[in-house]
């Protein structure tokens, strides 16, 4: 088995609630390990490189304003199947519809807004958790 790096994002709705200790603690909690935390407003050009597989995508811009729209929290976790394992702790895409027990089930609901504010993003596989890290982690 080996060891993975997962990019852990707690998005602008996340941090504005004051909810980013609870959401780091549980994937702490866990058991897996921070190696990189970092908080920024991320620029334009930075989500527009995060996000390129959306472009087009009927959701992009809005997903584009709310991300820029304040502080949001970066942080790299490492363990075995991390990648795996935050997905399914983060829960559902949809708010609403995510599992109970999971970060966006219990934090998270449809705001009647054009994008869904789902409090996280994690890296999906082992090339886009190491593309990512190399966007948000430039150093
Ligand atoms: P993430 O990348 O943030 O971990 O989430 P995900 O894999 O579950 O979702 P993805 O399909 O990659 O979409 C990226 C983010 O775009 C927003 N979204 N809004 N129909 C909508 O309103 C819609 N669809 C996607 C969400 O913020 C989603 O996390
Ligand atoms: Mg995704």
Known sequence: MTTERTLVLVKPDGVSRGLTGAILARVEAKGYRIAALAQLTPSRDLLAKH???????????????????????????????????????????DPTAAAP??????????????????????????ESAEREIGIWFPA
């Open 101 to 126: 027990g999971t970060i966006r089930g219990d934090f998270g609901r449809d705001w009647g807004l054009k994008v869904q504010q789902n409090l996280v993003h994690g890296s999906d596989s082992v």
């Open 51 to 93: 996000y390129a597989e959306h472009e087009g995508k009927p959701f992009y811009e809005p997903l584009l304003e709310f991300m820029e729209s304040g502080p949001v929290v970066a942080a790299v976790f490492e363990g075995e199947r991390v990648i795996e394992g935050f997905r399914s702790l983060a829960g559902a895409t």
